[in-house]
């Protein structure tokens, strides 16, 4: 049975497990859902806090199922990084996202747009190619893209990770660390791979006005990444104390509810409209 979480999405119980029916159906209509239209991408704003202006979005993939309601992206694409079906996922979100660049650039919105990818996809040869022809198709420049990436992705294989990181990167694009603060990352690693940003985890920036702990490790990350020549995310930002906390500890961009909850291209578009970034 579905049930309500509080962001309105359905909740499976029991849990997916790996062999079930259900979960194969579901992969398998995963397929048809990238062919029809059952697939969207939502848009979280990424402020900077120096300049009050609007950096870019995060596109944030939702499956509106037919018959289950909209799933939660982290249920299905955990599954579709078993199956395999992550890499026809993948190509999809960065066409529909690279396809919004090249509109946004067209109008004149400055705008980086991030883009998740995947473990199986920082092992996958064929992806820097893939994102080049679809950048070719688009029209888009490499610089306008962020690549997030978590650190356990990196971890899983990060000599492969790194080969394919090294090559999106010679192409211009940029690579961010997602949830950081959360998986095992080695220092060494990090040192080693071409990093534009550090995205600090929600839950560390969640409690920073009340939990001296997670306050002392937002300000040692933020430290630790400007000495790397990074810039900082801080995501989950839900009031304007926090922002200002961010703001106090050198924080460079700020994203989460106290801008805006992720939203269709449309509702994106008005808030864009309606609040003074440009
Ligand atoms: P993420 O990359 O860490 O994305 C941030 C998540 O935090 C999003 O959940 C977003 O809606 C939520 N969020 C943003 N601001 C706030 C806030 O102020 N408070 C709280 N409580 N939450 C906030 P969402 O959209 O459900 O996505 C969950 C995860 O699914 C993402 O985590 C990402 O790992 C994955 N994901 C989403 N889209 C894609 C995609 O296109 N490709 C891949 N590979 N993964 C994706
Ligand atoms: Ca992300
Ligand atoms: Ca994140
Ligand atoms: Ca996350």
Not at 55 to 72: D, K, M, S, T, V
């Amino acid at each position: 049975m579905a049930a309500k979480s509080n962001e309105g999405y359905a909740i499976y119980e029991p849990a997916f497990d790996d062999h079930s029916p259900r979960r194969l159906t579901l992969m398998s209509e995963l397929r048809r859902a990238i062919e029809s239209s059952q697939l969207e991408l939502y848009y979280q704003a990424k402020v900077s806090l120096q300049s009050g202006q609007l950096f870019g979005a995060e596109a944030l993939l939702r499956w509106q199922h037919p018959r289950h309601g909209f799933i939660p992206p982290d249920e299905f694409i955990i599954m579709a990084e078993r199956t395999r079906m992550i890499k026809p996922l993948t190509l999809w979100v960065l066409k529909e996202a690279f396809k919004q660049s090249a509109l946004w650039h067209a109008q004149g919105k400055d705008l980086i747009i991030s883009v998740n990818l995947s473990t199986r996809d920082l092992h996958d040869p064929e992806l820097p190619d893939l994102v080049s022809g679809i950048a070719a198709s688009t029209g888009i420049r490499p610089e306008w893209v962020m690549l997030e990436i978590t650190e356990s992705s990196i971890m899983t294989d990060p000599d492969r990770a790194l080969e394919i990181i090294k090559r999106l990167n010679g192409m211009g694009y940029q690579f961010s660390i997602d949830d950081y603060g959360t998986g095992y990352s080695s220092l060494a690693y990090l040192k080693k791979m071409p990093l534009a940003e550090l995205k600090i985890d929600r839950s560390f920036v969640a409690e920073i006005l009340t939990n001296e702990n997670d306050e002392v490790i937002v300000n040692a990350t933020i430290n630790l990444a400007h000495n790397l020549g990074l810039h900082v995310t801080a995501e989950g930002v839900e009031n304007e104390a926090i922002m200002h906390k961010l703001s106090a500890h050198g924080c460079d961009l700020v994203q989460g509810y106290f801008f805006n909850q992720p939203m269709s291209l449309a509702d994106f578009e008005c808030w864009m409209q309606e609040n003074p970034w440009q």
